[in-house]
């Protein structure tokens, strides 16, 4: 039994990174492209919940990943794409390299 709740608690956190590792990248991405962006967009463009996408969105923020505003009546981000554009070009460098090495693992 123990055993099994292990396996269920390292496959649910394999998901939630996977999710955050999506969430990530749609936000990498589309944030050098489009100047202000709502929740709802990011969820869809990355097929992961609002809830996660939010949480990893201020995450970023917070950690200074990304130069951005989010904005709570609105629900949408404003990226200063000025700021972003160097930090988010070594941020897919970094993720890119990361990814290539988990895969390379497996």
Known sequence: MLVLNLLMI??????????ESMVKRTILNYGQKIPRLNIKDISEKSNIDTTTTLKV?????????????Y????KSVAFNQIANVEHIDRLMKIYDDWEHERFKKV
Do not use: D, P
């Open 10 to 19: 390292s496959l649910n956190f394999s998901i939630k990174n996977e999710e």
């Open 57 to 69: 969105l201020k995450a970023m923020i917070e950690k200074e990943q990304i130069y951005s505003e």
């Open 71 to 74: 904005f709570k009546s609105s």
